[in-house]
C-alpha cells in the first residue's frame, strides 16, 4: 500500500485535505475505489480509519479520506459546518475522485461519518455499497454529546464544547441543521446494498441505531456485529477486521480485480499494468496474486516472484515425502517444509547466487533411519531437481 497525499476544494472554495491509500502505486493496482467518512470532530488520521483503509488496500480496494471543512489539515471554521456541509464535502470529494481519478463506487462511513455516507449515498449514482460503523439512526442523536451546553449555543450563536477531551465551538446552525435532516425512513429509498457494522457494548452510539437502520433498509442488507469493540474501533485488531468483513463483503457488489481466463493445462499466464507491480496470475484454472514489498514500490497483496518459487519448492517437497511414505507404508501424520531464499556471494569473484534453505519437520511413528531417509527423499522432488538440473527458458514474441 502506498499513500499520496491530495488536496481537493469543497463547494464553497476552501481546500480541504486528503489522503488516497492505494494498493499499488499511486494511481495504479486497484480494482474499485471507496470513499471513507471519519467520525464527529475526528481527522483521516484516527487510527481506526488508518486501519480500516489499510484493510481495504490489501484487497484491491483504493481508499480515500479526508478531514471535513474545519477539521484537521482542511480550510474553514468547523463552528460554521452543519451535517449537511459534511454531507456536502463527501459529495465534492467524490466528485472530485471521478473528475481526477474514478469515481467511488463504495462509501464506508464511522459514527455520524456513517449517518453521512447514507445521505451522500442518494446523490451519487456511481455508488452501489455503502457500509456504516457504529453510526447514528438519525443525525440529532450527537446532540447527546453538548446537550449540556444547547441553551449557550441558542443564546450566544456558538459555544465552547468538550468533546472527547478536546474543545471544540459548535454552532448553532449545527443544531437547527440535524433537527431538520430528513426522516429515518429515507433510508428505504436509499436502494444501494448496505452493511452495517456495530458494537453490542458501545456506549456513544448503543446498539439500538444499528437495529434501526437495519430495520428501514432495504435488501441486500447485511449486519455484523463488532463484539467487544468500542465505539472509536481503538484496538487495531478490531479496525482491521472491520476493514477485512467490509471488503470482503462488497466485492459481491463492486467491479472485481481484472479475472483472467482459464489458461491451458500446463501453462502460467500473469500480466500487469502501468504503475503497479500486483500481478494476477492463472496457472490453468488456478488464480494467484503476485506483488513486490512496498520497500521497493509494491503493495504486497500477494508473494514476491521469488516466494512463489520457494512455495513451489516447499510444497513439492512436502508431496514428495508423502507420496514416499503412501508408497512404503511409512506412518507419516505431517510434514512441513520452510523454505527461505536469499542472494550470496561466493566469496571467489564469481558473483552473487540464489541460495534456498530447506528446513524439513516430518511427524509420524517412525525411528530416526526413516527420517534422515526422507532427508535424502527430500532431494527427489521434482522442483529440487529442476533447480539443480539444465533448465532452458525460450522467449517468444506473441
Known amino acids: 500500500m502506498q499513500t499520496e497525499r491530495v488536496t481537493f476544494e469543497n463547494d464553497t472554495g476552501e481546500t480541504l485535505s486528503g489522503l488516497i491509500d ?14 471513507f467518512a471519519h467520525c ?37 471554521a468547523f ?22 481519478h474514478q469515481a467511488p463506487q463504495l462509501l464506508v462511513g464511522h459514527s ?10 442518494a446523490a451519487l449514482d456511481d455508488v452501489v455499497a455503502v457500509a ?9 442523536h450527537v446532540r447527546h454529546l453538548f446537550s449540556d451546553a444547547e441553551d449557550a449555543i441558542r443564546a450566544d450563536g456558538a459555544a465552547e464544547v468538550l468533546l472527547a477531551g478536546r474543545p471544540f465551538r459548535i454552532g448553532a446552525g449545527f443544531l437547527d441543521d440535524v433537527e431538520s435532516q430528513p426522516p429515518l425512513e429515507m433510508i428505504r429509498r436509499l436502494r444501494k446494498a448496505l452493511l452495517v457494522l456495530h458494537s453490542p457494548i458501545d456506549d456513544t452510539v448503543e446498539i439500538e441505531n444499528a437495529s434501526a437502520l437495519f430495520a428501514n433498509a432495504m435488501h441486500p442488507k447485511s449486519f455484523v456485529s463488532l463484539d467487544g469493540a468500542d465505539h472509536l474501533l481503538s484496538r487495531p485488531s478490531d479496525a482491521a477486521w472491520a476493514g477485512s468483513v467490509i471488503a470482503g463483503w462488497a466485492q459481491r457488489f463492486l467491479p472485481g480485480p481484472e479475472a483472467l481466463s482459464p489458461a491451458e493445462p500446463g501453462h502460467t499466464v500473469a500480466v500487469t499494468h502501468a504503475g503497479s507491480f ?7 484454472r488456478h488464480a494467484i496474486i503476485a506483488d513486490e514489498p512496498a520497500s521497493v514500490g509494491g503493495s504486497d497483496s500477494g508473494p514476491t516472484p521469488h516466494e512463489l518459487l520457494s512455495a513451489a519448492l516447499a510444497s513439492c517437497t512436502t508431496m514428495t515425502l508423502q507420496m514416499y511414505a503412501r508408497h512404503k507404508g511409512v506412518a507419516l501424520d505431517r510434514a512441513e517444509v520452510d523454505v527461505s531464499h536469499e542472494k550470496r ?5 564469481n558473483g552473487r547466487y540464489d541460495a534456498f534453505t530447506r528446513v524439513i519437520r516430518v511427524e509420524g511413528d517412525f525411528d530416526e533411519a526413516v527420517r534422515e ?12 531437481r529442476t533447480l539443480h538440473g539444465r533448465v532452458v527458458v525460450e522467449n517468444v514474441l506473441g
Not at 456541509?85 to 473528475?99: F, K, M, T, Y
Not at 500486483?278 to 490453468?284: A, D, K, L, Y
Not at 556471494?345 to 569473484?349: A, F, L
Not at 531417509?373 to 529440487?384: G, N, T, Y
Request: hydrophobic content about 40%.
Open 22 to 35: 492505494w494498493p499499488g502505486g499511486p494511481g495504479g493496482g486497484h480494482h474499485a475505489i471507496a470513499l
Open 40 to 76: 464527529f470532530t475526528c481527522t483521516k488520521n484516527l487510527r481506526a480509519a488508518t486501519n480500516i483503509a489499510r484493510a481495504l488496500a490489501d484487497a484491491g480496494i483504493a481508499v480515500m479520506r479526508f478531514d471535513f471543512t474545519g477539521l484537521g489539515d482542511s480550510e474553514g
Open 79 to 100: 463552528e460554521d459546518t452543519t451535517f449537511t456541509s459534511n454531507v456536502d464535502d463527501l459529495i465534492a470529494a467524490a466528485q472530485w475522485l471521478g473528475d481526477t
Open 112 to 121: 455520524l461519518g456513517g449517518t453521512a455516507v447514507l445521505r451522500a449515498a
Open 132 to 140: 456504516t460503523i457504529g453510526a447514528p439512526a438519525e443525525a440529532a
Open 278 to 284: 500486483r500481478t494476477p496470475i492463472q496457472s490453468g
Open 345 to 349: 556471494d561466493d566469496g571467489d569473484g
Open 373 to 384: 531417509r526422507m532427508l535424502e527423499i527430500a532431494d527427489k522432488c521434482p522442483v529440487h
